[in-house]
């Protein structure tokens, strides 16, 4: 039969009769679907049907015979394989149900819909809050990097905070969206980060960007935009695109790309005519510093500099890749890397261009003193005439100088790498010859004014004390080695006190099971003797864990060492520090190793 028209509207008018068989037609249809009775929807339905004059008892028969008990099965099947696994973990079936989604999922039906409505499915709203179906839609965009529906669905993750989950996703870095928030959220992590932690900071980072060159290219677009617009203040943008740069370098070992990059977002052709980028481009791909790259470079930056006119890519320059190869090429001969070269006007010109990388602090030449770059120069090439692995008589002469030079950051860099190598040389043959008792050798009090003067380079410092620490050297007795040892944890004490707490704290908890118990015991009351209360939790839980390993060690110390531990577990409101004080004797005993 035909449908009247509203003549009005233009819309069919629609019977109530009509109305109520439709509504009918509907409410049947959802009643035959498969396990229909266990749908939220179904009560909706019964309450339509019936409204519009429908038979409760066709509801019961149509219900009834849907029912195929598809969750009860599951259910079984699940409590089953709990039970021959004595487990109850739910991994063993939904890891199945999870390939299976996968397996059948059809991203193009998805997009299409999403596409008409804009809107997540519900399924994939009920999936997000639990972790193990967040992996499923992890693995389903890493499936379809493209698909719209589930790049919306990874902003929704993101959204909903669980973006440190998508740091790894490949696809993550495809939705400029998703991508976008993640690398915000890392930079802001990274932003507070200290000299001791940067590095644990930074690797959420690394990760996220440093997934493929799409991911990569971006951040450091962001960065260096970010960094033009802040100007002076964009200081620690600059060493987070450092950061970056150095682990496409050493990691992937892809210098063509991260150089390449770079130079195309400073506005340089590359392969073009530029004498500078290319120099550059070639020293950093040849990890070799030519002579005729350095000569071009020369030329340039003191052209530039005499004329008084900017320059290009200073920062390139200083990029620690490019001044440690000319540190290596001009000072290797100190502890023997490189031979010696002897040609002076060449040296001139690598000496003079790592002196005017230190002192260049933008790609302005005004910036420069001419003044001091004639200084840092002469200075450079004094350090140059130190000898190589000196007799103690020969390092006493010249430790004045030594001391003055360590004052510039590029100097005390290279007296660094000169002290370690003097350290250890031949199997640290240094502490076989000059340590007897309990002295404190030079090379390891140089290495504390290095720290001391030059606060970044406590890292560097920390690695040549580890070094000293662990040496197995040839000849040494036992009781020889323990006094060693404990002369390091002196000087390591130093570098504690200098703020570079957290890492020494990380590393003997890592070594603590390789170290004799006497000198964890040590190491733990030379740093506790050096602060007083109150104690930062992650000051005092490391400390508190090392403490539980070394209980054997600590029962043996002299009695002004335990008294010192015993004052610092009283200062922590933790069960454990109150175990501790249970475990340690009132008395303390007489040490069992030498001091």
């Not at 110390?557 to 200062?571: P, Q, T, W, Y």
Request: aromatic share 8%.
């Amino acid at each position: 039969m035909s449908t009247p028209m509203d003549t009005s509207g233009g819309e069919p008018i629609v019977s109530n009769a009509d109305r109520n068989r439709l509504a009918q037609e509907e409410s049947l249809s959802e009643f035959s679907k498969l396990d229909a009775i266990m749908e939220p929807t179904t009560a909706a339905f019964v309450d339509q049907y019936l409204e519009a004059g429908g038979v409760p008892l066709n509801v019961m028969n149509l219900l009834v015979q849907s029912y195929e008990g598809l969750a009860a099965m599951a259910n079984t099947v699940d409590r089953d394989i709990r039970n021959a696994y004595n487990s109850t973990n739910q991994a063993a079936l939904l890891e199945p149900i999870s390939r299976k989604i996968v397996e059948s999922f059809d991203a193009v039906k998805a997009d299409e819909e999403f596409s008409n409505t804009q809107q997540l499915p519900v399924y994939i709203l009920d999936m997000i809050p639990h972790q193990v179906w967040r992996k499923t839609i992890y693995r389903l965009s890493e499936r379809y990097p493209k698909s719209e529906m589930l790049g919306a669905a990874l902003q929704k993750v993101a959204d909903e905070g669980f973006q440190a989950e998508l740091t790894s996703l490949n696809s993550a870095s495809l939705h400029t969206h998703v991508f976008y928030s993640l690398l915000v959220e890392c930079i802001e992590n990274v932003a507070p980060a200290t000299d001791e932690t940067l590095n644990e900071r930074i690797s959420e980072l690394i990760s996220t960007v440093c997934r493929s060159e799409q991911a990569y290219f971006m951040a450091q677009y962001v960065l260096v935009h970010a960094r033009q617009k802040l100007g002076p203040q964009a200081i620690g943008l600059r060493r987070i695109e450092e950061e970056l740069e150095r682990h496409m370098l050493d990691k992937y070992d892809r210098p063509q790309l991260a150089v390449h990059m770079r130079l195309l977002l400073d506005g340089c052709a590359v392969g073009g005519d530029d004498a500078v980028a290319n120099a550059l481009v070639s020293i950093i791909q040849n990890s070799y510093a030519a002579p005729g790259d350095v000569t071009a470079l020369y030329r340039h930056y003191h052209d530039t500099l005499a004329a008084g006119q900017p320059t290009s890519l200073a920062y390139m320059l200083r990029s620690e890749r490019i001044m440690m190869l000319l540190v290596e090429q001009m000072f290797g001969h100190l502890w023997e890397s490189t031979v010696e070269d002897t040609r002076m006007a060449l040296v001139d010109k690598y000496i003079w261009l790592l002196a005017y990388a230190t002192l260049s602090v933008d790609d302005q030449s005004d910036t420069v003193d001419q003044t001091q770059l004639e200084q840092l120069v002469a200075q450079m090439k004094d350090v140059r005439q130190l000898p190589v692995r000196p007799i103690q008589t020969t390092l006493n002469q010249v430790i004045r100088k030594v001391i003055e030079r360590v004052r510039v950051p590029i100097l005390a860099r290279v007296v660094l790498m000169w002290v370690r190598d003097i350290i250890s040389y031949d199997n640290f043959t240094y502490y076989d010859t000059y340590f007897k008792s309990c002295e404190v050798p030079v090379p390891l009090l140089l290495l504390e004014e290095i720290a001391f003067c030059q606060p970044l380079l406590k890292p560097l410092v920390f690695d040549a004390y580890r070094e000293s620490f662990e040496s197995k050297i040839p000849g040494f007795a036992a009781d020889r080695q323990i006094r060693l040892q404990k002369v390091v944890i002196n000087r390591i004490a130093v570098l504690v006190q200098l703020d570079y707490a957290l890492p020494v704290l990380h590393y003997f908890d890592l070594q603590a099971e390789s170290i004799d118990q006497s000198v964890l015991a040590y190491f733990i009351f030379r740093t506790l003797a050096q602060f007083e209360p109150p104690y930062p939790e992650e000051f005092y839980q490391p400390m508190l864990q090392l403490i539980e390993r070394a209980v054997g060690g600590i029962k043996t110390m002299k009695e002004k060492e335990l008294v010192v531990v015993i004052a610092f577990l009283g200062c922590i409101d933790d069960p454990r520090a109150e175990r501790l004080c249970e475990l340690l004797p009132k008395e303390p005993a007489q040490p069992l190793s030498p001091s």
